[in-house]
């Protein structure tokens, strides 16, 4: 059975087509694990919404407990850090993380960047030792067939490689970043663009995002099942 860790970090609640100014984002992660069940019913699927509820970003006393070797560990080190375990626990246990992740400000929203810290876990999802040869940092959730799919909404268009802005674009890179740092490295992505103008170019960059989700999601549940996991990089779905 596969599990699904399903993440939304739009601040925006409702999704659209649904809700009056629904999250798009919203709307296509929702579609991804609809489509799952419907090939998958035994599916087990963990929601976890940063966009609404977003996890505390690094402070002094999280970054203190996280870099304290878990036996020296006090009461209130446990407590700061229990929220990112949490976190954690539920990428352990996720074969499929599908993440909406809309762009602000040519990023990440602050909500998603805030999961990412409390995730990146040394001793957790990463190794370090100054000592090692080599390199000193390694990834704890390589080679474990997990995969990532990025599902992202722009108000602008041409975000695209090769088009108008493709340089402003930094969502799915830093998100492909950080998570391949901590060993998950296959990854697949979709947007849909043309939010702010709210005409027919949105309606048609959404049929065509809903088209790839649809097919992404067949690709990858077949896959799943069959356990053949191939690692590869890809932003065109049919790659898949
Ligand atoms: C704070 C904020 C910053 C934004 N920055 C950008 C931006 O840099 N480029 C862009 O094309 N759209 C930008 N947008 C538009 C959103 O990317 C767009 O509305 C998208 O659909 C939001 O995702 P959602 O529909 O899931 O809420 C921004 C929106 C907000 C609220």
């Known amino acids: 059975m596969t599990t699904l860790l399903h993440i939304d970090s739009s601040a925006r609640p409702g999704r659209s087509g649904i809700d009056a100014r629904g999250s798009h984002t919203r709307r296509l992660t ?3 694990v609809q489509r799952w069940r419907q090939m998958e019913p035994t599916v087990n699927v963990i929601y976890r919404d940063v ?14 407990a996280a ?12 407590e700061v850090l229990a929220p990112s375990d949490e976190l ?18 040519f990023g ?5 960047k805030a999961y990412i810290d409390n995730i990146v876990r040394v001793g ?53 970043t950080a998570f391949a740092y901590i060993g998950i490295t296959q990854s697949w992505s979709v947007a849909v663009e043309y939010d ?11 049929a065509k995002a809903e088209q790839d989700v649809d097919r ?15 690692g590869h990089w890809a932003s065109d779905p049919a790659a898949a």
């Open 67 to 78: 870099f304290t070797p878990e036996h020296a560990r006090d009461a209130s080190m446990r």
């Open 124 to 176: 957790k999802t990463f190794g370090f030792d100054r000592s090692r040869s080599g390199d000193p940092y390694w990834p704890l959730l390589a080679e474990q067939g997990k995969r990532l799919v990025i599902l992202s909404s722009r108000g602008d268009y041409g975000y695209d490689a090769g088009e108008r802005i493709a340089d402003r674009n930094h969502v799915e890179a830093s998100v492909r």
């Open 216 to 230: 992404l999601a067949s690709k990858l549940t077949q896959s799943n099942l069959s356990q053949s996991n191939r």
């Open 88 to 105: 954690v626990q539920e990428l352990l246990a996720a074969d499929v993380i599908v993440a909406g992740v809309p762009m602000y400000n």
């Open 196 to 206: 702010e103008f709210g005409d027919e170019r949105l309606h048609a960059s959404m």
């Open 108 to 112: 990440p929203p602050a909500q998603f």
């Open 51 to 64: 966009g609404l509820h977003p996890p505390a970003p690094a402070s002094g006393d999280w970054i203190r």
């Open 30 to 32: 929702a579609r991804f």
